[in-house]
């Protein structure tokens, strides 16, 4: 089992930038898909970006370009910068990890890691107009 603990969420004004954290830990196998999801009050669980064991990356449309997925290996860190927050944007934020997908299957649609992975406690993030 991998544990995740998701940390730097906040309050940020429209346009502002948040930095988030997850610590990864646990029997991590070398290929896997970590993952950033998002629930706002109310709706239904979002996939924001993905990244595989190769570095690849993937992003939904609402935030291509204005959030990074990225990756330290050594420091068991994952990370997504936000930059240009929109209050849209404001939810719960998850970092999870799929460890049966890699590669093609690697996207950022969070329901594998529902069904098959982990996930941690979340983070609140706040943007205000």
């Known amino acids: 089992q991998v544990h995740l603990v998701e940390s730097g969420g906040g309050s940020v004004q429209a346009g502002g930038s948040l930095r988030l954290s997850c610590v990864v830990s646990g029997n991590r196998k070398h290929t896997y898909c970590l993952k950033w999801f998002r629930q706002a009050l109310g709706k239904e669980r979002e996939g924001v970006a993905s990244?595989?064991?190769?570095?690849?990356?993937t992003y939904a449309d609402s935030v291509k370009g204005r959030f990074t997925i990225s990756e330290d290996n050594a420091k068991n860190m994952l990370y997504l910068q936000m930059n240009s927050l929109k209050p849209a944007d404001t939810a719960l934020y998850y970092c999870?990890?799929?460890?049966?997908?890699?590669?093609?299957?690697?996207?950022?649609?969070?329901?594998?890691?529902?069904?098959?992975?982990?996930w941690g406690r979340g983070t609140q993030v706040t943007v205000s107009s």
């Open positions: 990244i595989d064991d190769n570095g690849k990356t």
């Open positions: 999870g990890i799929d460890p049966f997908a890699t590669g093609p299957a690697c996207q950022v649609d969070p329901a594998p890691i529902i069904s098959r992975g982990d």
